[in-house]
């Protein structure tokens, strides 16, 4: 029984090109949230939502938009992708305001841009 | 700005050893500290979170304490086991705002030798 799930694992795409990543949790959680992982392993918050409705929107590029659909599911759609957009991407789920309780991760999308 | 620090990078140990990792925090107003592990090619695990208001948790034999006054955090591994090899990451919520974001440090990738 998989908390956070993300589809697809891996990803490898051309520039240019516009692809989507799934995130579904069967958590019940209230919020959702997308990282980017960069090959430093830095990780840094790209978007949080709360109940549907967008609250952090960081300073990423407009080609990135967070779709929300219900509560149990974050997706994440990138335009006209860039070589600087290979990263691991990550989306997490936590139970009611943001970053106040546990984060749960689901195991990332490896996206490739060649 | 908050900024987060992990030292050391990198640590490697012989299975048995008590062992211990740091975390520092810039700015010592902040709403909680959380301790995640991540293992290579996996999402991240939540494994303590500790309230500002706290001064330590523990689950099994990790255990995590929070200094907020000197920007510290160190977290406490009793007998090491291979099966702790990871990559630990900490992440703190800084306390003003109401959506104030988890800013991660870099991780410190730990060896567990048999």
């Known amino acids: 029984d998989t908390a956070v799930s993300q589809t697809p694992k891996y990803l490898v795409t051309q520039m240019g090109n516009d692809k989507s990543i799934k995130c579904e949790q069967n958590l019940g959680h209230d919020t959702m949230y997308w990282y980017k992982q960069d090959s430093k392993k830095f990780l840094k918050i790209m978007f949080s939502y709360n109940n549907k409705e967008l609250i952090i929107n960081e300073t990423v590029p407009n080609r990135f938009s967070p779709k929300s659909p219900d509560k149990a599911h974050l997706n994440l759609h990138i335009n006209s992708l860039e070589l600087g957009d290979s990263a691991v991407y990550f989306c997490?789920?936590?139970?009611?305001?943001?970053?106040?309780?546990?984060?749960?991760f689901g195991p990332g999308t490896r996206l490739t841009v060649t | 700005k908050q900024e987060v620090t992990q030292i050391p990078a990198a640590l490697s140990v012989p299975e048995g050893e008590n062992l211990v990792l740091n975390c520092s925090f810039t700015d010592s107003a902040i709403y909680n500290l959380q301790w995640f592990r991540q293992d290579p090619g996996k999402g991240l695990t939540s494994l303590l979170l500790i309230q500002s208001s706290q001064r330590e948790q523990t689950s099994g034999r990790l255990n995590a304490s929070l200094d907020k006054s000197s920007g510290r955090s160190t977290l406490y591994i009793a007998a090491s086991q291979p099966g702790d090899s990871a990559t630990y990451l900490c992440?703190?919520?800084?306390?003003?705002?109401?959506?104030?974001?988890?800013?991660f440090g870099q991780g410190t990738t730990l060896q567990v030798k048999p």
């Open positions: 992440a703190v919520r800084p306390g003003s705002g109401n959506t104030g974001k988890l800013i």
């Open positions: 997490a789920s936590s139970q009611g305001q943001p970053y106040v309780h546990e984060q749960y």
